[in-house]
């Protein structure tokens, strides 16, 4: 019986008609126990007329277990195992125990999931549903959530239900909270199970129930006219009116029910042979649930013995004694013993573990080898819980090593929350230097994320001094992971020392550490302005580089590409970045792509791919968020773009994010980067007095004082070029020979001379802006070669040259116009028509397309098709049809070879 839930019903009707006419979406229903959650999934279900239906359902018993959920979910829909790609397909069988463990990153399986609902999707509309999403394992709910936010023409309706309502903002979806019933309608259910119930009946019900469904059959059931008691809370508290009823009707079973219901908690929902055989084994039988059943209090099937609902299994279980509960566990533990597989091992060592209220070697030692079996198969979340329980159950030097396999799970899963815990726990346990040293490392490196970075440089530093005779190596790399933090808080002078540091050991020792401590030197050598030095370590790293794992040593080869464009040296860092790129997408290491297409989009913009770099930035700020990565420089990086763009508000915001997020943290050097993208903005927009504001702000930063490279952040030539539009030539000359303007790179030369040709004498002028054209720069940066010749047409234009000046402004224009810098075209017509020209606005661009759009038309317009499109950006494959299209409604393209000539033209 369902009573009310009107709009809900209408909700859920909506997404179901919107999977049968193609599209995707997803649903979340929250609300305390008993509030009817599964009655709406019941009823979503039945309604499911002409659609595919794939159902799961989380049990408390079987949460520490890695992907259980996901493995009865897509149970049905295996057989598009072989439409997947091979690396995910394999990911995939790995986490379901269908095939040999691979190791990999966890969102490897994310990636696939989407994959093989897509598949499921192409012959009928899908209705893929959860239920008590709260005690689904960590896993299994990480791939669905994921899943649901890349699903978009797919024709699959997701529904969710969950006490926790973060899961809605998580997944980013419609969201219905339930509340309880209206008194009317709690009177229609009282008269359902009460023959006549007393007049304000329904009044009293409801005051105590707050209309939660189940807490009124209950109580109707054990009917007492509860106008004396005051008791009425919604969340069922221990000994509350409800948890009272449902205990009062477990008691009225005969005595071996109630051990045979014991059991049943403590297998939540387990496979019904297990049970029984489990009941056997402590003298029960089928007979013993029997009572149960026709109380409805349980309901069994050729799978499971579960409970009606949830509360009377925690009532069952909890209202039983700690010897009856171990008792339960031990007989579950032995039944599990003769059952292959993986999946059976592993719920035998978590029935042993809960009923082990001691240390215990043995059941260590099993719990140990669940964790294992859970790391293999990138269950990182089961793999630390039972890593970090069996622990709790050893003894000697055993504890604290399990305690540091815990914690490097935790790491591996996203969270450093639970990391530190861990280690602190460990450490005083720890002998070993080795150890000692690994744990001080793990330590120092999750409070240089956690916290603030300058509280965590004093901890590492101090660790990896400790550390230096006994584990030079470990020490090497500390000294190394330093380079993080000191340029965070702006604290360069240390960073040399610390780099310098960890290059004589890593020298000394080899190894990975050689490798990592000359990539955080060369980057020290960098910003101290040795770019010969740095190019030299740089060279002697990148042929190890390029055969290391790029997955492995993905930190170091992004590293090192930052550096070779601050070097310009980008032919090197498109080789190192696309390395980790290109071995990501296909396995689906989501991971460690936040950091490397932040970095592809730094290179795509100094190289003038600026739509690749749009592109590459959306998506480093989408997966960061998705997988809870730090990425303020992503913020940057695509707020500098907005910036040249056109896209005012959009850059605002993302500033005053980054400025938040870096002023709580302390995280100094992140004002270099925000004060010149709302400088080149202003300047952008033609306000020469808010540019030259925001940009002297940033010269008197004291990190601006310890960067000896421009390159880094490339400030100080605007603000030379704002000086002279606001007729300070003194200062700009002034800035222009100082150090901060110091540098010998192909870059800093072209911008150093555009300055000076501004500020030249009429008669030298032509001579100043063609040297300053045929700079290297100018062939290997179109952005900077366009603003050039901006500048001299503007000049040309004023001396009276309009011809020659039409000549640059029309090539500056052209380029403006493929960049996508819309502010900067603007000007350059501008001056066109002062010059006497008529100017038509270019056709060339792609026009409101979004970042996914934009993304998609690159892609496909480069040659992928549909199928490895949607590998490539963990979409699907209908997901890819819908956005081109849009593609091809806004761009008026009618076909792939339009959109791939516009892509190798370099416009999409």
């Given at each position: 019986?369902?009573?009310?839930?009107?709009?809900?019903?209408?909700?859920?009707?909506?997404l179901?008609?919107?999977?049968?006419?193609?599209?995707?979406?997803?649903?979340?229903?929250?609300?305390?126990?008993?509030?009817?959650?599964?009655?709406?999934?019941?009823?979503?279900?039945?309604?499911?007329?002409?659609?595919?239906?794939?159902?799961?359902?989380?049990?408390?018993?079987?949460?520490?277990?890695p992907?259980?959920?996901?493995?009865?979910?897509?149970?049905?829909?295996?057989?598009?195992?072989?439409?997947?790609?091979?690396?995910?397909?394999?990911?995939?069988?790995?986490?379901?125990?269908?095939?040999?463990?691979?190791?990999?990153?966890?969102?490897?399986?994310?990636?696939?999931?989407?994959?093989?609902?897509?598949?499921?999707?192409?012959?009928?509309?899908?209705?893929?549903?959860?239920?008590?999403?709260?005690?689904?394992?960590?896993?299994?709910?990480?791939?669905?959530?994921?899943?649901?936010?890349?699903?978009?023409?797919?024709?699959?309706?997701?529904?969710?239900?969950?006490?926790?309502?973060?899961?809605a903002?998580?997944?980013?979806?419609?969201?219905?909270?339930?509340?309880?019933?209206?008194?009317?309608e709690?009177?229609?259910?009282?008269?359902?199970?009460?023959?006549?119930?007393?007049?304000?009946?329904?009044?009293?019900?409801?005051?105590?129930?707050?209309?939660?469904?189940?807490?009124?059959?209950?109580?109707?059931?054990?009917?007492?006219?509860?106008?004396?008691?005051?008791?009425?809370?919604?969340?069922?508290?221990?000994?509350?009116?409800?948890?009272?009823?449902?205990?009062?009707?477990?008691?009225?079973?005969?005595?071996?029910t109630?051990?045979?219901?014991?059991?049943?908690?403590?297998a939540?929902?387990?496979?019904?042979?297990?049970?029984?055989?489990?009941?056997?084994?402590?003298?029960?039988?089928?007979?013993?649930?029997?009572?149960?059943?026709?109380?409805?209090?349980?309901?069994?099937?050729?799978?499971?013995?579960?409970?009606?609902?949830?509360?009377?299994?925690?009532?069952?279980?909890?209202?039983?004694?700690?010897?009856?509960?171990?008792?339960?566990?031990?007989?579950?533990?032995?039944?599990?013993?003769?059952?292959?597989?993986?999946?059976?091992?592993?719920?035998?060592?978590?029935?042993?573990?809960?009923?082990?209220?001691e240390?215990?070697?043995?059941?260590?030692?099993?719990?140990?080898?669940?964790?294992?079996?859970?790391d293999?198969?990138a269950?990182?979340?089961?793999?630390?819980?039972?890593?970090?329980?069996?622990?709790?159950?050893?003894?000697g030097?055993?504890?604290?090593?399990?305690?540091?396999?815990?914690?490097?799970?935790?790491?591996?899963a996203?969270?450093?929350?639970?990391?530190?815990?861990?280690?602190?726990?460990?450490?005083?346990?720890?002998?070993?230097?080795?150890?000692?040293?690994?744990?001080?490392?793990?330590?120092?490196?999750?409070?240089?994320?956690?916290?603030?970075?300058?509280?965590?440089?004093?901890?590492?530093?101090?660790?990896?001094?400790?550390?230096?005779?006994?584990?030079?190596?470990?020490?090497?790399?500390?000294?190394?992971d330093?380079v993080?933090?000191?340029?965070?808080?702006?604290?360069?002078?240390?960073?040399?020392?610390?780099?310098?540091?960890?290059?004589?050991?890593?020298?000394?020792?080899?190894?990975?550490?050689?490798?990592?401590?000359?990539?955080?030197?060369?980057?020290?050598?960098?910003?101290?302005?040795?770019?010969?030095r740095?190019?030299?370590?740089?060279?002697?790293?990148?042929?190890?580089?390029?055969?290391?794992?790029?997955?492995?040593?993905?930190?170091?080869?992004?590293?090192?590409?930052?550096?070779?464009i601050?070097?310009?040296?980008?032919?090197?860092?498109?080789?190192?970045?696309?390395?980790?790129?290109?071995?990501?997408?296909?396995?689906?290491?989501?991971?460690?792509?936040?950091?490397?297409?932040?970095?592809?989009?730094?290179?795509?913009?100094?190289?003038?791919?600026?739509?690749?770099?749009?592109?590459?930035?959306?998506?480093?700020?989408?997966?960061?968020?998705?997988?809870r990565?730090?990425?303020?420089?992503?913020?940057?990086?695509?707020?500098?773009?907005?910036?040249?763009?056109?896209?005012?508000?959009?850059?605002?915001?993302?500033?005053?994010?980054?400025?938040?997020?870096?002023?709580?943290?302390?995280?100094?050097?992140?004002?270099?980067?925000?004060?010149?993208?709302?400088?080149?903005?202003?300047?952008?927009?033609?306000?020469?007095?808010?540019?030259?504001?925001r940009?002297?702000?940033?010269?008197?930063?004291?990190?601006?004082?310890?960067?000896?490279?421009?390159?880094?952040?490339q400030?100080?030539?605007?603000?030379?070029?704002?000086?002279?539009?606001?007729?300070?030539?003194?200062?700009?000359?002034?800035?222009?020979?100082?150090?901060?303007?110091?540098?010998?790179?192909?870059?800093?030369?072209?911008?150093?001379?555009?300055?000076?040709?501004?500020?030249?004498?009429?008669d030298?002028?032509?001579?100043?802006?063609?040297?300053?054209?045929?700079?290297?720069?100018?062939?290997?940066?179109?952005?900077?070669?366009?603003?050039?010749?901006?500048?001299?047409?503007?000049?040309?234009?004023?001396?009276?040259?309009?011809?020659?000046?039409?000549?640059?402004?029309?090539?500056?224009?052209?380029?403006?116009?493929?960049?996508?810098?819309?502010?900067?075209?603007?000007?350059?017509?501008?001056?066109?028509?002062?010059?006497?020209?008529?100017?038509?606005?270019?056709?060339?661009?792609?026009?409101?397309?979004?970042?996914?759009?934009?993304?998609?038309?690159?892609?496909?317009?480069?040659?992928?098709?549909?199928?490895?499109?949607?590998?490539?950006?963990?979409?699907?494959?209908?997901?890819?049809?819908?956005?081109?299209?849009?593609?091809?409604?806004?761009?008026?393209?009618?076909?792939?070879?339009?959109?791939?000539?516009?892509?190798?033209?370099?416009?999409?």
């Amino acid at each position: 019986m369902m009573l009310g839930r009107t709009a809900e019903r209408a909700f859920i009707d909506a997404l179901l008609t919107g999977a049968r006419a193609g599209r995707s979406d997803a649903l979340v229903l929250t609300g305390e126990p008993g509030i009817g959650k599964t009655t709406l999934v019941g009823y979503a279900i039945e309604r499911a007329e002409g659609m595919r239906v794939l159902h799961a359902r989380g049990f408390e018993a079987e949460s520490e277990i890695p992907f259980a959920g996901l493995a009865d979910l897509l149970r049905p829909v295996l057989s598009e195992l072989d439409t997947l790609p091979g690396p995910q397909a394999a990911a995939l069988r790995s986490a379901l125990a269908l095939g040999p463990p691979v190791a990999g990153d966890r969102f490897s399986v994310c990636a696939a999931t989407v994959g093989i609902l897509a598949a499921a999707a192409e012959s009928a509309p899908l209705l893929v549903v959860v239920d008590d999403l709260q005690w689904l394992d960590a896993s299994s709910r990480e791939a669905v959530l994921f899943a649901g936010r890349r699903l978009q023409a797919d024709g699959i309706a997701l529904l969710l239900a969950t006490r926790n309502p973060a899961d809605a903002a998580e997944l980013r979806s419609g969201h219905l909270a339930l509340s309880g019933l209206t008194v009317d309608e709690v009177e229609t259910l009282a008269r359902a199970t009460i023959p006549a119930p007393p007049a304000g009946a329904a009044a009293r019900l409801h005051a105590a129930t707050a209309g939660n469904p189940l807490g009124v059959i209950e109580l109707c059931r054990e009917w007492t006219d509860p106008v004396d008691d005051p008791i009425g809370a919604p969340m069922v508290p221990n000994g509350s009116r409800i948890e009272r009823a449902l205990a009062s009707r477990l008691a009225q079973m005969p005595e071996p029910t109630r051990r045979a219901l014991v059991l049943a908690a403590a297998a939540g929902g387990g496979d019904v042979g297990t049970l029984l055989a489990a009941a056997r084994a402590s003298g029960l039988g089928l007979r013993d649930f029997a009572p149960a059943e026709k109380a409805d209090l349980i309901s069994i099937d050729e799978r499971r013995i579960d409970f009606r609902h949830p509360l009377l299994r925690s009532v069952a279980y909890h209202g039983a004694a700690m010897d009856e509960r171990c008792a339960a566990h031990t007989a579950l533990a032995a039944a599990f013993a003769g059952i292959p597989g993986d999946a059976a091992a592993d719920a035998r060592a978590w029935h042993l573990a809960a009923a082990t209220l001691e240390p215990d070697d043995e059941v260590a030692a099993e719990l140990e080898q669940a964790a294992q079996r859970a790391d293999r198969r990138a269950g990182y979340v089961a793999a630390a819980r039972a890593f970090a329980h069996a622990a709790r159950l050893s003894r000697g030097p055993d504890r604290p090593r399990r305690l540091l396999r815990a914690a490097r799970c935790w790491q591996l899963a996203g969270r450093n929350d639970q990391v530190m815990p861990l280690l602190e726990e460990a450490l005083p346990l720890t002998t070993e230097p080795g150890r000692r040293a690994l744990i001080q490392h793990m330590s120092a490196y999750v409070r240089m994320w956690r916290g603030r970075p300058d509280e965590a440089l004093e901890y590492l530093t101090a660790s990896a001094e400790a550390v230096e005779h006994d584990d030079p190596g470990r020490a090497a790399l500390m000294y190394a992971d330093a380079v993080i933090p000191y340029f965070m808080v702006g604290r360069l002078d240390e960073l040399q020392a610390a780099v310098g540091r960890a290059h004589r050991l890593g020298v000394r020792v080899g190894g990975t550490a050689r490798l990592v401590a000359a990539v955080a030197y060369a980057g020290g050598r960098a910003l101290a302005g040795d770019r010969a030095r740095a190019v030299r370590l740089l060279e002697d790293c990148h042929p190890e580089l390029l055969r290391a794992d790029p997955l492995v040593r993905a930190q170091e080869i992004c590293h090192a590409a930052l550096t070779w464009i601050w070097l310009e040296g980008f032919d090197r860092a498109g080789e190192l970045v696309n390395r980790v790129i290109d071995a990501a997408r296909p396995t689906g290491a989501v991971g460690v792509l936040p950091q490397a297409l932040g970095i592809q989009s730094e290179l795509n913009y100094r190289a003038g791919r600026w739509h690749d770099a749009r592109v590459s930035a959306a998506e480093s700020l989408r997966l960061a968020s998705e997988t809870r990565s730090a990425n303020l420089y992503g913020l940057f990086f695509a707020g500098r773009l907005d910036a040249v763009q056109g896209r005012a508000d959009d850059c605002r915001r993302r500033a005053a994010r980054t400025d938040e997020v870096a002023q709580r943290l302390g995280i100094d050097c992140m004002a270099l980067y925000t004060g010149h993208e709302l400088g080149l903005l202003a300047l952008s927009e033609g306000n020469a007095a808010e540019a030259i504001e925001r940009l002297e702000a940033v010269r008197a930063l004291p990190v601006v004082r310890q960067i000896h490279e421009p390159g880094v952040v490339q400030w100080v030539f605007d603000l030379a070029e704002e000086y002279v539009r606001a007729g300070r030539t003194g200062e700009a000359r002034d800035l222009l020979d100082g150090p901060e303007a110091a540098g010998d790179g192909s870059w800093a030369r072209a911008a150093a001379l555009r300055c000076r040709a501004l500020l030249a004498e009429p008669d030298d002028m032509r001579a100043a802006f063609e040297a300053a054209l045929a700079a290297e720069a100018c062939a290997l940066m179109p952005f900077e070669r366009a603003r050039t010749q901006l500048c001299f047409g503007e000049r040309l234009r004023r001396a009276r040259q309009r011809a020659q000046a039409r000549e640059q402004l029309e090539e500056a224009l052209g380029v403006f116009d493929r960049l996508g810098a819309r502010p900067w075209s603007d000007r350059a017509r501008t001056e066109l028509r002062a010059t006497g020209t008529t100017v038509a606005r270019s056709a060339a661009t792609l026009p409101g397309l979004t970042p996914q759009e934009l993304q998609v038309a690159l892609v496909v317009g480069r040659g992928a098709t549909n199928h490895e499109a949607a590998t490539t950006l963990f979409l699907s494959q209908k997901t890819i049809e819908y956005h081109l299209s849009n593609i091809y409604r806004k761009t008026n393209i009618r076909s792939r070879t339009e959109l791939a000539g516009l892509a190798a033209a370099g416009v999409a």
